[in-house]
């Protein structure tokens, strides 16, 4: 799928309406700390990019499931979250055991997988990706009426953003997002999720903003 005719997007914009009337936030400034570990991200990400996405992404599952056997805390923790997600089904032992596991996995395969999809050039990343139900997001936006998605929590959200226009002409959209403690790495990650065009909304900020851009027609994205 290859959008056509799109107007041209001067660069990355964040839209950032705040609910008030103070002041601008100083930006934080970097210490030694946030220097290193954007150092050591950038160097992961330059040994990733080696490798395709479905290699690291595989590379991902095995730290998962490494975590898997290695943190008992946290396995009780998801079996926890999934008993009271599957209360209605009350699944047996044995398919938990497989659940918790399988939610490992793919949590390291989310982790390397994002962070690979984010230096991926479109026409590459598009090969990794199909599109269903995309009727129920394009049928509204065409009659003009705004569009709240609900994602998981647990997901590859670098893919999205990537691709906003591939999926339709002149869609405005992006998500409510937490900024990340690390002034470079919040920095970067928003350049990149704001390159192709998408919207990104501050949940400091309040909900002016999104609610503007629905009020436009526009494609807000919740997690």
């Not at 056997?69 to 946290?74: E, T």
């Not at 938990?96 to 994002?114: H, Y």
């Not at 647990?154 to 937490?178: D, F, K």
Request: glycine fraction near 10%; avoid cysteine; proline fraction near 7%.
């Amino acid at each position: 799928m290859q959008a056509r005719g799109l107007p041209p997007v001067a660069g990355p914009w964040k839209v950032r309406r705040k609910m008030s009337d103070e002041p601008p936030e100083t930006p934080q400034q970097p210490t030694l700390a946030h220097r290193l570990e954007y150092a050591l991200f950038r160097a992961v990400e330059g040994v990733l990019g080696l490798a395709s996405l479905p290699t690291v992404a595989r590379a991902g599952g095995l730290l998962g499931l490494a975590a898997w056997v290695l943190s008992p805390k946290h396995r009780r923790l998801v079996r926890r979250n999934l008993r009271i997600a599957t209360a209605a089904e009350a699944p047996g032992e044995e398919a938990i055991d497989a659940m918790v596991r399988e939610t490992f996995k793919k949590a390291g395969a989310n982790m390397l997988g994002s962070q690979r999809a984010a230096t991926l050039p479109t026409e590459k990343l598009r090969q990794h990706v199909s599109y269903e139900g995309m009727e129920h997001v394009l049928g509204p936006i065409s009659e003009g009426r705004g569009v709240v998605l609900v994602w998981s929590h647990m997901g590859n959200w670098e893919v999205l953003a990537q691709l906003i226009r591939e999926v339709g002409e002149h869609i405005r959209g992006g998500p409510i997002y937490r900024p990340l403690e690390n002034p470079l790495l919040d920095e970067l990650t928003v350049k990149r999720r704001t390159q192709q065009g998408a919207v990104l909304f501050n949940k400091h900020d309040g909900f002016l903003g999104p609610v503007a851009l629905l009020r436009e027609g526009g494609v807000v994205t919740v997690m």
